[in-house]
C-alpha cells in the first residue's frame, strides 16, 4: 500500500504537476511507512523526504526549498546503508534541478559503487562533459543492467546491449528499453526507427523522473534540429 501511495504522489508530482494532490498522497505514504518497509523501498522513503522541497519550489518559495534541501543534504553523513545510497541519489538529484552542480557532486559521492558512478556520469553530461560521463561509467561496466540508457548514451553499446538482455523488472522498464533501443538505433544512423522508439519511451516515461526521459528528449530534439524543424526541437527542449 505505502508503495502504491508513494506512486501516485510521484505521478501527481511529475506528470500533471497537480502538488497539492501529489502532498495528500505522500503524507499518506509517510504516515503508513514502518521502519522494516523503509528499509525494503529506501528509494521511495527518500523520494517522500525529498518531495516538501519541490512542494516549496513549486509553490514559489525558492528559499524556503533550498533552506530544506541543504538540511537533507546535512543528514547525508548520519545516513548508513541502502539508506544513505537513496538519500544520496535523491537528494544530489535534488541540486541537479536547481543547477547547484557542485553540491549534486558532493551528495552523489556519499553512495557506493556502482549508483555513485552512474549519478555522477549524469551529472557529467549535464555538464556537457560526455568524455568525463565515459570515464565514470568505464568504471561499472559490469553493472550496465541497471541504466542501460545510461550506458547507451555515452556510446557503450555492448553494454548497453548487454544490460537489454539482463535488465530487471520494474515499474518503467518498457520506457526504459524503448529509450535504449532508440539511442542505440540512432548511433548507427537508424534515424527513422531510432525516432519512434523514443517517442515511445518519451511518452511511457513521461511522468517517471527517470533520467532516459531526458535522454530521449534530448535525442529527438537533435533529430528535429537537424531536419531543420527548430520549433519542434525548442518544444521538446522546454516539455
Not at 5 to 31: H, K, S, Y
Not at 73 to 98: Q, Y
Request: glycine fraction near 10%; avoid cysteine.
Amino acid at each position: 500500500v505505502h508503495g502504491d501511495v508513494g506512486n501516485r504522489a510521484r505521478a501527481l508530482a511529475a506528470g500533471p504537476g497537480n502538488v497539492a494532490r501529489a502532498a495528500v498522497f505522500a503524507d499518506g505514504a509517510r504516515t503508513l511507512a514502518s521502519n522494516d518497509l523503509l528499509g525494503d523501498r529506501a528509494a521511495w522513503h527518500a523520494w517522500l523526504h525529498v518531495f516538501p522541497v519541490f512542494q516549496r519550489w513549486m509553490g514559489g518559495d525558492g528559499s524556503g526549498a533550498i533552506i530544506a534541501l541543504n538540511g537533507l543534504d546535512r543528514s547525508l553523513p548520519e545516513r548508513l546503508g541502502r539508506e544513505r545510497d537513496a538519500f544520496a541519489d535523491a537528494v544530489g538529484f535534488a541540486h541537479l534541478a536547481f543547477g547547484r552542480t557542485q553540491q549534486a557532486d558532493h551528495a552523489f559521492r556519499y553512495g557506493s559503487t556502482p549508483e555513485r558512478q552512474m549519478n555522477l556520469a549524469v551529472l557529467a553530461l549535464a555538464q556537457g562533459d560526455e568524455a568525463g560521463a565515459r570515464r565514470w561509467l568505464a568504471q561499472v561496466r559490469e553493472h550496465s543492467p541497471r541504466r542501460p540508457a545510461l550506458f547507451a548514451r555515452v556510446g557503450f553499446d555492448d553494454e548497453a546491449e548487454h544490460g537489454l538482455e539482463t535488465i530487471a523488472p520494474s515499474d518503467h522498464l518498457e520506457g526504459i528499453v524503448a529509450v535504449t533501443g532508440g539511442l542505440l538505433a540512432l548511433r548507427r544512423r537508424q534515424v527513422e526507427p531510432a525516432a519512434a522508439s523514443l517517442r515511445s519511451g518519451l511518452d511511457l516515461l513521461r511522468s517517471s523522473g527517470e533520467p532516459a526521459y531526458f535522454f530521449a528528449s534530448e535525442a529527438l530534439a537533435a533529430i528535429a534540429d537537424a531536419r531543420g524543424d527548430v520549433t519542434r526541437s525548442i518544444r521538446l527542449l522546454r516539455d
